[in-house]
T-cell receptor
Framework: DADVTQTPRNRITKTGKRIMLECSQT?????MYWYRQDPGLGLRLIYY???????NKGEISDGYSVSRQAQAKFSLSLESAIPNQTALYFC????FGQGEAGELFFGEGSRLTVL | QQQVKQSPQSLIVQKGGISIINCAYE??????FPWYQQFPGKGPALLIA?????SEKKEGRFTISFNKSAKQFSLHIMDSQPGDSATYFC???????????FGAGTTVTVRA
């Protein structure tokens, strides 16, 4: 089983719908992140959380919200999806101070299409 | 505005050739510079990383060169193999929080 699991892997939805992307991890890491990948723009940070009670905005948080339900779970919500939120979304974890400092461990991605 | 500028967007190299990807940054607070490798349908994975106290780091066929004064760093893939075909992202972060800023990515295709 993957250490960082994202669901759903693919989702097609319509403009205005509420969407939730879920992430769970078995790595025991405190830090969790949501990134968005777009062609030609790389990976951009949406939100991050350094522990269960900590939520921080990233570069592109507008139109998104997150919830850290437990150390192992971090969900991303689009309250009212719009077409320019069509992208590949990645959840990642890291364990500050362990191993290669700052290494991110990514899930396999959730491809979201907003029509 | 991207804090890390990466080039080229894509490159094609023959098997056995050298692939070179370049990145530049402006934020002098950056002091951790990793490269991530992403295969189609997968998430990125750490390939190699460097800190500014060294000018070069080599792991197998992959080498990072770092020029602190120019605020540039590059990835060299020696003896490129078809299995190296992937998208490569450079990134940078400060020591305190490891919030990585990624480059736009380079798609490398190695022809057999």
């Amino acid at each position: 089983d993957a250490d960082v699991t994202q669901t759903p892997r693919n989702r097609i939805t319509k403009t205005g719908k509420r969407i939730m992307l879920e992430c769970s991890q078995t790595k025991g890491h405190d830090r969790m992140y949501w990134y968005r990948q777009d062609p030609g723009l790389g990976l951009r940070l949406i939100y991050y959380s350094f522990d269960v009670k900590d939520i921080n905005k990233g570069e592109i948080s507008d139109g998104y919200s997150v919830s850290r339900q437990a150390q192992a779970k971090f969900s991303l919500s689009l309250e009212s999806a719009i077409p320019n939120q069509t992208a590949l979304y990645f959840c990642a974890t890291s364990d500050f101070g362990q191993g290669e400092a700052g290494e991110l461990f990514f899930g396999e991605g959730s491809r979201l299409t907003v029509l | 505005q991207q804090q890390v500028k990466q080039s080229p967007q894509s490159l094609i190299v023959q098997k056995g050739g050298i692939s070179i990807i370049n990145c530049a940054y402006e934020n002098t607070a950056f002091d951790y510079f990793p490269w991530y490798q992403q295969f189609p349908g997968k998430g990125p994975a750490l390939l190699i990383a460097i800190r500014p106290d060294v000018s070069e780091k080599k792991e197998g066929r992959f080498t990072i060169s770092f020029n602190k004064s120019a605020k540039q760093f590059s990835l060299h893939i020696m003896d490129s193999q078809p299995g190296d075909s992937a998208t490569y992202f450079c990134a940078a972060s400060g020591m305190d929080d490891y919030k990585l800023s990624f480059g736009a990515g380079t798609t490398v295709t190695v022809r057999a």
